[in-house]
């Protein structure tokens, strides 16, 4: 896998650094890791980045996840952004609404590095 | 699924079962934890040494069934918690407390998150933000004792959770 740059969504700080470790842990080439507290705050960083892989959370305030991808997805701009929701929610309605947001793969928390892993494996 | 449907899986019989199942998958996966059953008596024995409390809960509802999901434990078992989860020394400088009440409602939320999942995986709930509150004393204690809860030992530490049936809409919007 070549050295991706990667942008973690959550209004948890504690859930952004689940998520980096379990990256970490997983030994995921990354040639950057990048947080944002939430959509909006991810869709400028999006516009003034480059990103590989977007793993964001649903239920966030300002801009949610699924208001994020709608962003995304009607900006048009990235074509090459894959996206991964991370959420408690594993129901199979959110998944549904996930997948017709071009969203690559539904992660549930919690989740081990190993999961982690095997998903960008097969979305990188 | 019909709202009587869903409320019988939700608050059954069977919750008790499928939230400490929930329990143990969150703790032991992200937490590297282990739990155990744990009756009263043994509860109090460990919960005897505790001055220090903190209770986390997190309301769930859908248009026909809502209740909300708490947890209890001594702030000795959150930051050994915020420890494990983060790969810090345990005996280490403890955490501040605005990290330990994130960390504590994140646990919180996943717990929820997994049982709802298995619960009533075909509805969507909403999760209402954790709400984290410090308790102090044995007064806290014996109530968390008294409480319909189920009660957990967690890495030898006490635990309860909470689950209450209720209609009220969520305290906040957002997880």
């Given at each position: 896998?070549?050295?991706?740059r990667?942008?973690?969504?959550?209004?948890?700080?504690t859930?952004r650094?689940?998520?980096?470790?379990?990256?970490?842990?997983?030994?995921?080439p990354?040639?950057?890791?990048?947080?944002a507290?939430d959509?909006?705050?991810a869709?400028?960083?999006?516009?003034?980045h480059?990103?590989?892989?977007?793993?964001t959370?649903?239920?966030?305030?300002?801009m949610?996840?699924?208001?994020?991808?709608?962003?995304?997805?009607?900006?048009?701009?990235?074509?090459?952004?894959?996206?991964?929701?991370v959420?408690t929610?594993?129901?199979t309605?959110?998944?549904?609404?996930?997948?017709?947001?071009?969203?690559?793969?539904?992660?549930?928390?919690p989740?081990?590095?190993e999961?982690i892993?095997?998903?960008?494996?097969?979305?990188v | 699924?019909?709202?009587?449907?869903?409320?019988e899986?939700?608050?059954?019989?069977?919750?008790?079962?499928?939230?400490?199942?929930?329990?143990?998958?969150?703790?032991?996966?992200?937490f590297f934890?282990?739990?155990?059953?744990?009756?009263?008596?043994?509860?109090?024995?460990l919960?005897?040494?505790?001055?220090?409390w903190?209770?986390?809960?997190?309301?769930f509802?859908e248009?026909?069934?809502?209740?909300?999901?708490?947890?209890?434990l001594?702030?000795?078992l959150?930051?050994q918690l915020?420890a494990?989860?983060?790969?810090?020394?345990?005996?280490?400088?403890?955490?501040?407390?605005?990290?330990?009440?994130?960390l504590?409602?994140?646990?919180?939320?996943m717990?929820?998150g997994a049982?709802l999942?298995?619960?009533?995986g075909h509805?969507?709930?909403?999760?209402?933000?954790?709400?984290?509150?410090?308790?102090?004393?044995?007064?806290?204690?014996?109530?968390?004792?008294?409480?319909?809860?189920?009660?957990?030992?967690?890495d030898?530490l006490?635990f309860?959770i909470?689950l209450?049936?209720?209609?009220?809409?969520?305290?906040?919007?957002?997880?």
């Amino acid at each position: 896998m070549k050295p991706i740059r990667i942008l973690i969504v959550d209004d948890s700080a504690t859930m952004r650094r689940m998520i980096r470790r379990a990256l970490e842990l997983a030994e995921v080439p990354a040639e950057g890791i990048f947080e944002a507290g939430d959509g909006l705050e991810a869709l400028r960083f999006l516009e003034a980045h480059a990103v590989d892989v977007l793993f964001t959370d649903v239920n966030m305030p300002v801009m949610t996840g699924p208001e994020l991808l709608k962003e995304i997805a009607a900006a048009g701009r990235w074509p090459n952004l894959r996206r991964v929701i991370v959420s408690t929610d594993g129901s199979t309605s959110r998944r549904d609404e996930a997948a017709a947001l071009d969203v690559r793969c539904y992660l549930e928390k919690p989740f081990s590095p190993e999961v982690i892993r095997d998903v960008l494996a097969e979305i990188v | 699924m019909c709202s009587l449907k869903l409320c019988e899986n939700v608050f059954g019989s069977s919750a008790g079962d499928a939230i400490r199942s929930a329990l143990a998958t969150v703790a032991e996966r992200s937490f590297f934890a282990l739990v155990d059953a744990c009756d009263e008596t043994h509860f109090a024995e460990l919960a005897a040494s505790h001055e220090q409390w903190l209770e986390a809960a997190v309301r769930f509802d859908e248009p026909s069934c809502a209740g909300e999901l708490s947890c209890t434990l001594p702030v000795a078992l959150a930051t050994q918690l915020f420890a494990a989860f983060g790969g810090i020394d345990p005996d280490g400088p403890p955490p501040e407390s605005e990290e330990l009440f994130d960390l504590i409602g994140e646990f919180v939320n996943m717990i929820c998150g997994a049982w709802l999942t298995r619960a009533a995986g075909h509805q969507v709930f909403r999760l209402g933000g954790p709400v984290v509150t410090p308790r102090a004393g044995a007064e806290w204690m014996r109530a968390a004792i008294a409480a319909p809860g189920l009660m957990a030992a967690i890495d030898d530490l006490p635990f309860v959770i909470e689950l209450r049936a209720g209609t009220a809409p969520s305290r906040t919007a957002s997880v």
